[in-house]
């Protein structure tokens, strides 16, 4: 399963626009360079048809699939946070497992902050 964290609106290269959803895989425990521990969950972006209030009703669902790290030719990657550009030879996707076609029912939930929320059925 994965889960849907946020929403992000992107412009596609021939310029429309539209908005993607943030998919959270499970949480893994890996290992750093130097031994230490540490919790991760990769994250990917997909692409949606769906209007901004639709989006925002799907945050915290949970939907069928997985995370999965592809490998890909090298390509460099820029740490927003400090500029750093590295060489990266995989990418995470989303991969459907099969998934069949989620239904979800009129909106009929609302969280602590008022947001609506889809129901699947």
Known sequence: MVRVTDYKLRQSQDG???YAIILQGGIEIVKSATG?????????????TFD?????????SDLPGSIQKVETEPYEYTIQETGEVILLT????????????????????????????????
């Open 90 to 121: 995989h990418r995470y996707e989303y991969c459907d497992d099969e998934m069949p076609t989620v239904q979800f029912s009129k909106l009929v939930t609302q969280s602590s902050n008022g947001v609506e929320k889809l129901s699947a059925l």
């Open 36 to 48: 230490s521990s540490y919790l991760k969950a990769n994250t990917v972006s997909l692409p949606t």
């Open 52 to 60: 901004e209030k639709t989006c925002i009703a799907m945050l915290d």
């Open 16 to 18: 429309r626009v539209f």
